[in-house]
Each structure stands twice: as C-alpha cells, then as structure tokens.
C-alpha cells in the first residue's frame, strides 16, 4: 500500500536537488517533503499546490508562515472551522475542526512550479490519503493544479470536470469545488477577494453537512 507520506522521499531528482541546495542556502528552513495537517478524521480536505519556499518549506507545516496562509486560516476561523485566525508556526497552538489541508506536490519546486512529470509521481501519495480518509465528503481545490491532481487521485479524466473558481463536481460520492489559489498575486490583485474565498468555504460548509 503507498504510503500518505515520505519525509525523505526524493523520487523527483529536480524537487530533491532544489531542497538539498535550499538546506545550504537556508540552514534555519526544514527543507523536507511537507506532511498534510489538520483534522485525522475530516470531513473536508483542502488541496493546495505546493509549499512556499519560505513558507511551508521553512516551517514544515501546510501555509504556514507565508501570505497565502493568511486568507485561508483567518477564513478557517471566521467559519468556526478552526480555533485561531493565524498559521505563523507549527507550535502556535492552531487546531483545525474537521479539516485537513495537504498539497499536491509536497516538495517545494523552484519558482512555485512543478513539472508535470512532478505532480503525476507525487500524486500517488495524494490518492492514498483521499483513500485513508473515508470522512472526507468535500475536497476544495485550490488552483487548477491541485484540481487536476484530484481528478488524477480519483482516476478521472481532466476534460469531463471544467476547473473554475466555485465549480462543483460530484465524484465517487465526493463533492470537489474549486477555487482560485490564495496566493499573494491572486489576492492582491483582486482575482480572488475575501468575500469570493469566504463564499466557497461556506457553500464547501454547506456540502459538509447535508
């Protein structure tokens, strides 16, 4: 059975050089494949794309530490899905309540873009978390990257499940909706807003509790 996660997993020679030079350059970073984080038993995990190279890749912990975390802890909590607004280091004390965040590639690439040799050797792992967790009844992808490396996890073809931001899917009993990464360029440059983010978690809410 595949494993949900590797800590020394360096089956992508690029990703594995990229962290082994980011140790040298960053000794105070983990610099390690990152683990999912939340809930072990949630109803909704949340897909995101990569770790940041300062973010998640520097404190070990899914958005943790960089701007895209903020939007989406201050939205986790505003929904009462967590109990702090913020994410700035693994013992902060945040607890998440029925969610799970992981990513689809679980190294940090260079530039933030993973290859698709990359993301199809990393999505092994991926599935076998979805498969792990039967409690799961909504997966939020954010970005069209971690959509797709859902559709892969669930051996689906990309062209049947259009990614958009707020588009819902049905798949083996599981409701997938997308939304628009909560990068710091999709935030500041108004494609994606609070209220828009806000918007989908709620109706991912919503589809959680039917």
């Known amino acids: 059975m595949t494993r949900i996660y590797d800590r020394n997993c360096t089956a992508c020679p690029r990703l594995a050089a990229f962290l082994e030079d980011s140790r040298r350059r960053f000794p ?3 610099c390690r494949p990152v683990p999912s984080f939340g809930d072990d038993s949630p109803w909704l995990l ?5 770790p940041g190279l300062h973010g998640a890749n520097r404190t070990g912990r899914p958005f943790t530490g960089d701007h895209a975390g903020v939007l989406l802890y201050e939205t986790l909590f505003g929904l009462g899905l967590s ?3 913020n994410g ?17 590639v679980k190294c940090v690439p260079p530039e933030n873009k993973p290859e698709p040799a990359e993301i199809r050797q990393c999505n ?8 792990a967790l039967p409690s799961v009844k909504v997966i939020l992808a954010l970005g069209r990257i971690a959509h797709d490396a859902v559709l892969m996890a669930r051996g689906r073809k990309f062209g049947a499940f259009a990614f958009g931001h707020g588009a819902e899917h ?3 009993g599981l409701h997938l909706i997308d939304s628009y990464h909560c990068s710091r360029y999709n935030t500041q440059t108004r494609r994606l807003t609070p209220e828009m983010f806000r918007a989908v978690m709620s109706r991912a809410v919503e589809l959680g509790h039917v």
Not at 124 to 131: D, K, R, S, Y
């Open 83 to 85: 109990n702090q607004s």
């Open 124 to 131: 092994a792992f991926l599935a076998a978390e979805v498969a």
């Open 46 to 50: 949340i897909a995101g794309l990569a």
């Open 88 to 104: 700035s280091s693994p013992d902060d004390g945040l607890v998440l309540h029925g969610v799970r965040i992981t990513n689809a």
């Open 28 to 30: 105070d970073h983990v």
């Open 170 to 172: 049905l798949i083996d």
